[in-house]
């Protein structure tokens, strides 16, 4: 069975709250239960894992090279300046699907620039709740091409 991490970065635990008119109404809770029924319904074990401080994430990108098989990322406004995330992802050596709700190329300027976008195996962006989804299908076809 195939092991994906989904890591949500700063303020997305605030979802279904924060700015509805970008990110959309549904909760946090519900878009990661949706997110487990879409891993779970490719077979593959989930694990959601939330968190406001840049060194938590690189702490879990690190411990996710032993344990995980890919992961999807939305490293939120780190996206645009953690070069301490884009090297630890850059280390791990398993694919890192980016992803967004919005789409950061149509926001205010200094969200067009992804640090991270380059060490990801792509960037998934404007599709909502759906990115996420969409960042699991992308793991799914680089599985099944191993």
Do not use: W
């Not at 709740?129 to 299908?137: C, H, R």
């Amino acid at each position: 069975m195939r092991n994906v991490l989904v890591i949500h970065g700063p303020n997305l635990n605030l979802l279904g709250e924060r700015e509805p008119g970008v990110y959309g109404s549904d909760t946090f809770e519900s878009i990661n239960a949706e997110i487990k029924a879409h891993c779970e319904g490719k077979g593959f074990s989930c694990e959601i894992f939330q968190s406001n401080h840049e060194g938590a994430i690189i702490d879990k990108l690190h411990e996710a090279r032993k344990t995980k098989d890919g992961i999807v990322i939305n490293a939120g406004a780190y996206t645009h300046y953690s070069y301490a995330i884009r090297d630890a992802i850059s280390a791990i050596k398993i694919p890192v699907v980016e992803v967004h709700m919005s789409d950061i190329h149509k926001r205010e300027e200094f969200r067009h620039l992804s640090v991270i976008e380059p060490v990801c195996v792509k960037q998934i962006c404007g599709f909502g709740k759906n990115s996420y989804l969409m960042g699991v299908d992308t793991l799914e076809e680089i599985f099944n091409e191993k």
